[in-house]
Structure formats: structure tokens, C-alpha cells
């Protein structure tokens, strides 16, 4: 149980009425378009974030505990979210004081939503069903710069035409063959004379013990049918690949079973041009946690002599500027830190007024290309050029590894 004593609670309504003038969707971190779905993952996240629990002896998370369970009471009403949208906080204050309703406790309002426990619960007597788990491939653009996106999925859905009574005209009656038990007895002959009862499911009724006279056109009696169902999702900057993001109660519905979860596995989608017509080189950067990496070849006059270098377009077609200056050399397989140029670091905050994003690092790794031929002069005036440095500054590298001059010489049998 989420309880306080009477002077924790008059301080913390205090603390509401100081904060009465905040913009309620400033406090929430969202837009004032936002729906009713981000709403309340907006509510979850700070909610738990700063619930007196979670911070004990922290008088400015309870403030903003307070300050949250405000805003997210009034922007989650359709009718108090339209008198805030036009005539503010005072509006709000007018259309209470004439008798609209209101959730005097902010920590009513946190067991409301969670269900006592943090948990929501179901109907009683229900079981609750089984989550349903979908996978959902995006571009790594999508990892690294959010996106609102949709997808469907073939769901089970609770007829709207009978409302989940698999009966044209909404009647059922008591199923005569299990006599409204739900259960059948069944006798089993194992031996002479010896039998074994057994109770099993109706499977006239499915156990329910009843069934509809006139079955539904719709569902065929089933009292259940399954569509394709567009989901709306919100894919926050920096999210892991593979990370799974929760929709509470949109499984596949059933009049018998309370609705689970509908949890979505994100994951990096295949890099290829058909994903990338701006042509960003981001693209096909590698993803490892916060951090990307990338190869660039260069030639070898560039990785020997300096004097060059590259515009690589990000992500989010920002620019990454790489380069020497004449004279700086690139060993091959050489590898350069960019800071702060890889993955937004994700945070449940998102990118909101509780928090910024900060960045990990680009790894670039240099190969150098060799040409594979040269014609004859070119041949003899680099061969020239190296005989006449290796004369005066040479190492002979096969002298200074100490290993023997000849081969070994080996006896015959």
C-alpha cells in the first residue's frame, strides 16, 4: 500500500497549489498535440521516477511527484484538457469550483493508474491472457533519430456486432448438454467391470455453459474475430536494438481472458539502398551500444603523404569532417576516435525537459589501397626514388629480426 501520514499529505497539496501555473504539458514533456498513448507513458515514466517511494527524504521529488499527478489529471480528461487549452489554469480552477470532478489525491491518482501495486489488474474471476510478441525490423536512421511509425498485425478482436456473445440477437441460453456446468463427466472402461470417470471441458459450449441460439453471422458463434490492426509506435532516439517496447492490454482480446500485453522486439534492419534515397553514408554505419563505426579506404599517396579529405553525411545528414594535412601519415588498419559523433545515449526521459541527450563515439577505421600496376616508367621512378632514400636512411628489417640468412640444410636418408 502506497501510504502517507496526514502532514506528509498537506505539505505535498501545498506543494500543488505553489505549482498551479506550470505548463502542464512543459511538466508531462510532451506537445500540446500529444495523444492519448504518450500521454500516458509520459504520466508512467515521471510518476515512477519521482514517486515519494523511490525517493525518500527528497522533498523536490516529491514536488514534482505532485506536479506530475497535476498536470496528467487534468490533460488525461478530454473536458478539463479543453477548458486548459483555452482559458488556462483559471479556467480549470472555475469549472472545479462549480462542481467538476476532481482526484484530490495525487497518490489516488498513482494507485488508480497502476493498480495498487504498480499492477494492472484484471476483471476478477478472469485469467489474464497470453502477451503477444511481435517483431519489428527498422532502419538504424530509426534507431539514431526516433520516429513515429505504424505496423499491423493480425489480432484477435471481441466481435462488435454480437459484443462477445456469439449470438445475432446478443441471447444465450443454458447449454443443454453439460447443463450449464461448463464440464462433462465421461466414463472410461479400463478393465472388466472397472471404469474410470473422468471431467472434461464441453465441447458444445467450449466450457462455457451456454451458447447462443441464433449464432452471430459475423464471428459464426465464436464470438471473436481477427483483423489486421494498425499500431501507432513511438521509436525514442538511442533505443537498444532488440529492445522491447510494452503495450499494456492490446493482445488479442477474448470475452473469457483479461487482455495482456502486445510486446514489440525491435530490431536493426539490413542496410541497402532501396532505405537510403537521400544517400547518406550513415547508412551503413556498424552499431555497437552507444557507439558506430565506420571504414574508409584510402589511397596510397592519401595514407602516405597526407593532404586530403572526406565529408561523411551522418544519420540525421549532419556532416563528419575527416582529413591530414600534408605530410601526416595513416598507417593502414589505423583506427580514430570521434567524439561524440555515435548513437544519441537513450534515457526513459527521452528528450524532454528532464533531459538532454548526450552521444557516443564514432570509430573510424583506416585501409589503405595499393595499386595493384604501374607501367614501366612509373615502376622505375618509384623504384629509383626508394633505392636512393633506403641508401641513406634504409633498415634492412630481414637483418634486424635475427633470423638466419640461409636455409637449413637437411640430410638426405
Known amino acids: 500500500m502506497l501510504a502517507h501520514g496526514a502532514l506528509a499529505f498537506l505539505l505535498l497539496a501545498l506543494v500543488q497549489l505553489a505549482y498551479c501555473a506550470q505548463d502542464y504539458y512543459k511538466v508531462l514533456g510532451v506537445d500540446r498535440n500529444v495523444g492519448d498513448r504518450e500521454l500516458k507513458s509520459a504520466y508512467r515514466k515521471l510518476s515512477k521516477k519521482f514517486h515519494p517511494d523511490k525517493n525518500p527524504n527528497d522533498d523536490t521529488a516529491h514536488e514534482?511527484?505532485?506536479?506530475?499527478?497535476?498536470?496528467?489529471?487534468?490533460?488525461?480528461?478530454?473536458?478539463?484538457?479543453?477548458?486548459?487549452?483555452?482559458?488556462?489554469?483559471?479556467?480549470?480552477?472555475?469549472?472545479?469550483?462549480?462542481?467538476?470532478?476532481?482526484?484530490?489525491?495525487?497518490?489516488?491518482?498513482?494507485?488508480?493508474?497502476?493498480?495498487?501495486?504498480?499492477?494492472?489488474?484484471?476483471?476478477?474471476?478472469?485469467?489474464?491472457?497470453?502477451?503477444?510478441?511481435?517483431?519489428?525490423?527498422?532502419?538504424?536512421?530509426?534507431?539514431?533519430?526516433?520516429?513515429?511509425?505504424?505496423?499491423?498485425?493480425?489480432?484477435?478482436?471481441?466481435?462488435?456486432?454480437?459484443?462477445?456473445?456469439?449470438?445475432?440477437?446478443?441471447?444465450?441460453?443454458?447449454?443443454?448438454?453439460?447443463?450449464?456446468?461448463?464440464?462433462?463427466?465421461?466414463?472410461?472402461?479400463?478393465?472388466?467391470?472397472?471404469?474410470?470417470?473422468?471431467?472434461?471441458?464441453?465441447?458444445?459450449?467450449?466450457?462455457?455453459?451456454?451458447?447462443?441460439?441464433?449464432?452471430?453471422?459475423?464471428?459464426?458463434?465464436?464470438?471473436?474475430?481477427?483483423?489486421?490492426?494498425?499500431?501507432?509506435?513511438?521509436?525514442?532516439?538511442?533505443?537498444?536494438?532488440?529492445?522491447?517496447?510494452?503495450?499494456?492490454?492490446?493482445?488479442?482480446?477474448?470475452?473469457?481472458?483479461?487482455?495482456?500485453?502486445?510486446?514489440?522486439?525491435?530490431?536493426e534492419k539490413r542496410p541497402s539502398m532501396e532505405d537510403n534515397p537521400h544517400r547518406l553514408d550513415g547508412v551503413f554505419f556498424r552499431r555497437k551500444g552507444d557507439d558506430l563505426y565506420w571504414t574508409e579506404v584510402l589511397s596510397l599517396r592519401e595514407a602516405w603523404m597526407g593532404d586530403w579529405t572526406r565529408n561523411i553525411t551522418h544519420l540525421d545528414a549532419h556532416v563528419v569532417r575527416l582529413g591530414r594535412p600534408k605530410g601526416k601519415v595513416v598507417q593502414p588498419g589505423q583506427v580514430e576516435t570521434v567524439v561524440g559523433e555515435g548513437m544519441p545515449k537513450w534515457h526513459e526521459d527521452g528528450d524532454s525537459v528532464y533531459h538532454k541527450h548526450e552521444f557516443g563515439n564514432l570509430y573510424v577505421t583506416y585501409e589503405v589501397v595499393l595499386p595493384d600496376q604501374m607501367d614501366k616508367k612509373m615502376q622505375g621512378e618509384f623504384w629509383d626514388l626508394w633505392e636512393k632514400w633506403r641508401a641513406k636512411k634504409g633498415i634492412d628489417l630481414h637483418k634486424d629480426s635475427g633470423r638466419p640468412d640461409q636455409p637449413p640444410v637437411r640430410d638426405e636418408l
Not at 488525461?76 to 477548458?83: A, F, K, Q, W, Y
Not at 471481441?158 to 447443463?179: L, P, Q, W, Y
Request: proline content about 5%.
Open 64 to 267: 514534482k511527484f505532485v506536479e506530475v499527478s497535476n498536470a496528467y489529471e487534468v490533460l488525461s480528461d478530454e473536458n478539463l484538457r479543453t477548458i486548459y487549452d483555452r482559458y488556462g489554469h483559471d479556467g480549470v480552477e472555475s469549472h472545479r469550483q462549480g462542481g467538476g470532478p476532481r482526484q484530490h489525491n495525487p497518490f489516488d491518482l498513482f494507485s488508480d493508474f497502476f493498480g495498487g501495486g504498480g499492477q494492472r489488474r484484471g476483471p476478477p474471476g478472469k485469467p489474464r491472457g497470453r502477451d503477444a510478441e511481435f517483431k519489428l525490423e527498422i532502419t538504424l536512421a530509426d534507431f539514431y533519430n526516433g520516429v513515429d511509425t505504424q505496423f499491423e498485425w493480425n489480432k484477435q478482436h471481441i466481435c462488435d456486432h454480437c459484443d462477445g456473445t456469439g449470438s445475432a440477437d446478443r441471447k444465450v441460453e443454458k447449454c443443454s448438454t453439460c447443463n450449464g456446468q461448463g464440464v462433462v463427466i465421461i466414463k472410461k472402461q479400463f478393465a472388466p467391470g472397472m471404469f474410470q470417470q473422468m471431467q472434461r471441458p464441453c465441447d458444445v459450449c467450449d466450457g462455457r455453459g451456454e451458447k447462443p441460439k441464433n449464432k452471430c453471422p459475423h464471428c459464426h458463434g465464436s464470438r471473436v474475430v481477427r483483423k489486421q490492426t494498425p499500431v501507432d509506435l513511438k521509436i525514442e532516439r538511442g533505443i537498444a536494438n532488440g529492445e522491447a517496447v510494452v503495450f499494456e492490454e492490446e493482445a488479442d482480446e477474448s470475452p473469457d481472458w483479461h487482455t495482456g500485453n502486445l510486446v514489440v522486439h525491435l530490431a
